[in-house]
Structure formats: C-alpha cells, structure tokens
C-alpha cells in the first residue's frame, strides 16, 4: 500500500513568523487599531484562517474581511523575503519523495503560499496545494484534507494517507477525515497540547519522515 503525506505548511516547512506578525502590527497600524496586542498574542493563533485570527484580537466580525485584504496585500510584498525553511524541512522532502507521494495542506492562501514553495526551491516536491481558497471549511474541518484526496485522484482504502502539522488543527482535521495525524514541535503547537490528539510526535518533520520511511 503506497503512502501519502500531506504537510502542513507555517510552522512545519517554513517559518514565515517575522512577516505575519509584522504585516498584523502594519495593518492594525494602518487602521489605528490599538488594543494593546503582543506579538504572542498573534503567534498563538498561527494557524488559523486570517479572519478568525483578527476577530480574536478584537476586530468586530463585520471588519475582519477588510483587514484581511489589506494583511493579504502587504504580506504579499514581504512574505518571500521574509520566510525561512525550518530546518531540517528539505531533507525531509528529499526523503519522503522517494517514497511516497506528497501535498499541502494549508490555511495560507495557496496564492501566496505557491510562490513561497518556489522562492525556497521546494515547490516540485508537492503534487497538489490546497490552500483557504479552496474550500469552505478550514481545518479541523477535514473539507481540506478531502480536496488534497480528491486532487490527487487517492482512494483513502487503498493508501496509508498521513499528515503531518504542528497544531491541533492539522492533528483534529487529520482525525476528522481519517487519516492518520501526525505532530512536529518545529512551530507553535505545544508537546503536551498536540500529545492529546497523536500518539506520534517529532521534533520536526525529518523524525516525523524517517518514522514514516521505517513503518512496514
């Protein structure tokens, strides 16, 4: 049975923290929007769609949309400059490509989320992007993980599907669809928070990858 593993993207491959918690300061900035948020306040909710993050630092519902649209156009300048590799993350994709079969699954806009994959040099690792555009559902929906399924054309029966995340959220959406989820501490999620949705978790997606190579 082939295997299959969908990687999540900030905090798993790359680590993109400088330029969301800059382009948040510059937006609220910009709006005068002044609730004396921390820069953690922001890195706790890393993972999350855009509007739900801002909507939990204060921005009334009926706001959120225009400041996503104004984070998404000046992130979209600095994102690339900005946006690192988590170490260890090109090994791991070497070695997951030879194999198994590998996509994203992400609540960064696949947008933006494509050309940071192809400034890093790792972009031709993956088959498949599904980003918050994609669906209606952002995980822990597992709407996600069922458009990576359906794009590369997968019958769950009859392939080991992993994903692999550094949140709750990749872990529950893992859950929800049926495949099986699992944990790295390369970013924001926490050993004992993610322990209690996996059994397996790594400190990065190299451990997560070489666990995957040596299971028969």
Do not use: W
Request: include cysteine.
């Amino acid at each position: 049975m082939s295997k299959i593993i969908l990687f999540d993207l900030d905090g798993t491959i790359i680590d993109s923290t400088e330029a969301i918690v800059e382009t948040f300061f510059y937006v609220f900035d910009k709006k005068g929007f002044d609730n004396k948020i921390l820069e953690d306040d922001i890195k706790k909710l890393i993972g999350y769609p855009l509007d739900i993050m801002f909507e939990s630092l204060g921005v009334e519902h009926k706001f959120s949309h225009e400041y996503v649209n104004e984070y998404k156009l000046r992130y979209r300048e600095i994102s690339c400059a900005k946006t690192l590799l988590i170490e260890n993350a090109v090994e791991s994709l070497e070695l997951a490509s030879k194999f198994a079969r590998l996509g994203v699954v992400t609540t960064k806009t696949a947008l933006y989320s494509h050309p940071l994959l192809e400034h890093l040099k790792v972009g031709h690792y993956f088959e498949c992007l599904i980003g918050r555009e994609h669906v209606v559902n952002p995980k822990p929906h597992p709407e996600p993980i069922y458009k990576a399924i359906e794009s590369m054309k997968l019958d769950i029966a009859k392939h080991d599907i992993y994903m692999i995340g550094d949140t709750k959220l990749d872990l529950l959406a893992s859950t929800n669809a049926g495949i099986k989820g699992i944990g790295v501490l390369s970013g924001y999620g926490t050993k004992e928070d993610l322990s209690l949705y996996s059994d397996q978790i790594f400190q990065d997606t190299l451990g997560a990858v070489n666990y995957l190579y040596n299971c028969k």
